[in-house]
């Protein structure tokens, strides 16, 4: 017999995971659907929260640079360290896919692992097992399609995901 819960939200993204979350709150079994490795979707993982930890560590640069001098605060020799951003930003990240992993346990949320797909009504397929769900939420983000012609290297022509690796 399958396992069944009152939601089943399938993605992991901002709306999907709050969406989990807030159901636990309220009382009922809760499973979350995620095909990523982790929780968060794009906008926490690749999109959003890293570009804005790498923006951050520019202004940051920019004002260290120009703005303090201003003010009478002289640094000489201030650098850029892309390395030690680039780790900062993924230990931004890491840590924000912590908190959701955390609140997905304190709230008792069923993470299940891969791509799911309705497989009938009330019923969602995931990795060869079947699940039962009074309500389903479809909360799957989107994801992006080629242009025609035009072949993404990440190199010469890239994706937002690979400008934040550069």
């Known amino acids: 017999m ?24 309220l009382g009922m079994k809760v499973a979350c659907v995620e095909k990523r490795e982790t929780l968060g979707g794009t906008c926490l993982n690749v999109g959003c929260i890293p570009s804005k930890a790498l923006l951050q560590s520019s202004e940051l640069f920019e004002e260290t640079k120009h703005k303090l001098a201003e003010n009478g605060v002289v640094l000489d020799g201030v650098k ?8 900062r930003k ?25 791509e799911g797909r309705i497989a009938a009504p009330g019923k969602v397929a995931v990795n060869g097992e079947t699940y039962e769900a009074k309500h389903i939420v479809i909360a799957s983000g989107s994801e992006s399609i080629p242009l ?3 072949e ?15």
């Open 80 to 87: 850029l360290d892309l390395a030690r951003m680039l780790a």
């Open 152 to 166: 993404v290297d990440e190199q010469s022509i890239v994706t937002s995901t690979g400008g934040l690796e550069l």
């Open 90 to 114: 993924g230990e931004v990240v890491s840590a924000n896919v912590k908190g959701v992993e955390f609140l997905f346990r304190k709230h008792k949320v069923t993470w299940l692992k891969g």
């Open 2 to 25: 399958p396992e069944s819960f009152d939601v089943i939200v399938i993605g992991a993204g901002p709306g999907g995971y709050v969406c989990a979350i807030r159901a636990a709150q």
């Open 148 to 150: 025609p012609g035009v």
